[in-house]
């Protein structure tokens, strides 16, 4: 058998590994005999968001809502239960004693005050990525959920909970695409990523991704997405980041930059390149996982396995008459199979909701939790502190 059948067949194979961790079905089994009492804070474009799934999802509902915008409250209590109720203050709704969880999923500077006022209430904690505004937080925060074993903290980076990357973690782990020290990670788009303002007054408090009194721009709302996938690939945190970037295009008073490139490297000399730009939007959201005899590249719901041909190749090249031809071009990419798992079309944060509810029954911890949430916040503040300064930032975790 060749290497590319070698490896297809593989790919193939892997369809029927088990997928430990990851819920196979859409319905959570109900809590005591009912469903989750959840409230959401922050019901902007993530938090109604969230709101809208969980009204799918059996074993949850929106009780209670909040946010300091009125049009954003409506937004969300139009996707929550008939009999939920809206706070324009959060302090109220957590002392709501109906609610048993909540949602986090305001701008990044707040995480940190609400999750801990969240967990003091005795509430379970969904809290949005990234987890906190800056390090200490994130330390701190770690410290505050250990603090309380019987709460579940949970961070939502939902592509930890989605088969397609559990089967190419899985390929990873069986050598199937030999040895892996290269990643690849982008996440473009073409746009300016505002949302319209019909009142002035409120640019900052919509618009907050673009000012840094509140965001950690794209490393820390786009990223880190990636970031985190990195750090569960590899097993391991960066020792290592450099990075750029600018206000080069959108030149509008934001203060967040358009353009961001850090280069990570991991132990073992494994090296990944992540990037997000708003002036292009060409492959999107990719994840390319280079290894010595195959690469995976993950899109958003689908993922294509590159074989790399070993067999050394002469022909001409150039003009040049019997030189190397295997560097040249790539082959026809080939729709890897991962046969039997959950529709890829369902939205991940499915999976990592079903994930938090069994978690708070079973006693379980998440494996999206305060640990990994804080090694992936650590890393984005660094890349942004490592563009900022334009120097190489090290830590130890």
Request: charge should be neutral; include cysteine; charged fraction near 20%.
């Amino acid at each position: 058998m060749n290497r590319r059948a070698f490896l297809l067949n593989g790919a193939v194979t892997l369809a029927g590994a088990s997928m430990s961790g990851v819920p196979q079905i859409l319905q959570a089994a109900p809590l005591r005999g009912k469903k989750l009492a959840v409230g959401i804070i922050g019901t902007g474009n993530r938090g109604a968001g969230i709101a809208n799934i969980i009204r799918r999802l059996d074993g949850l509902e929106v009780v209670a809502c909040s946010d300091v915008l009125p049009k954003n409250l409506e937004k969300g209590l139009a996707h929550a239960g008939s009999k939920a109720v809206a706070y324009s203050d959060y302090r109220k709704l957590l002392e709501d004693k109906r609610v048993e969880a909540v949602v986090i999923a305001t701008p990044l500077h707040e995480h940190y005050r609400m999750a801990v006022d969240a967990i003091d209430a005795g509430k379970h904690v969904y809290v949005e990525k990234t987890m906190t505004y800056d390090i200490d937080q994130a330390v701190s925060l770690e410290k505050k959920v250990m603090e309380h074993p019987g709460l579940v903290f949970q961070v939502g980076y939902q592509y930890r909970y989605y088969g397609l990357y559990r089967r190419v973690k899985e390929m990873i782990d069986a050598g199937w695409l030999g040895d892996v020290i290269q990643y690849e990670c982008q996440y473009h788009r073409n746009s300016n990523w505002r949302n319209p303002v019909t009142d002035p007054s409120l640019e900052r408090q919509v618009n907050w991704k673009m000012y840094n009194e509140y965001s950690g721009g794209l490393m820390s709302e786009l990223c880190s997405h990636q970031i985190d996938v990195l750090h569960w690939f590899t097993g391991s945190s960066p020792l290592f980041v450099s990075g750029m970037g600018g206000i080069d295009y959108w030149k509008d008073g934001r203060e967040t930059w358009d353009n961001v490139r850090a280069l990570f490297e991991f132990p073992g000399g494994v090296k990944a390149n992540v990037s997000s730009i708003l002036s292009n939007a060409y492959k999107g959201y990719s994840l390319r996982v280079l290894g010595s005899n195959a690469t995976v590249e993950i899109q958003q719901n689908k993922a294509y396995l590159y074989p790399e041909e070993k067999e050394r190749k002469l022909g001409v090249v150039d003009g040049v008459t019997g030189a190397t031809l295997q560097s040249w071009g790539q082959g026809e990419p080939v729709l890897v199979n991962f046969g039997d798992i959950h529709d890829v079309s369902t939205d991940p944060t499915v999976f990592s909701l079903l994930d938090f509810v069994a978690c708070i029954r079973d006693g379980k911890k998440p494996f999206s939790d305060v640990v990994t949430g804080k090694h992936s916040a650590i890393a984005v503040h660094k890349a942004n502190q490592a563009i900022a300064s334009r120097t190489v930032q090290s830590w130890k975790l």
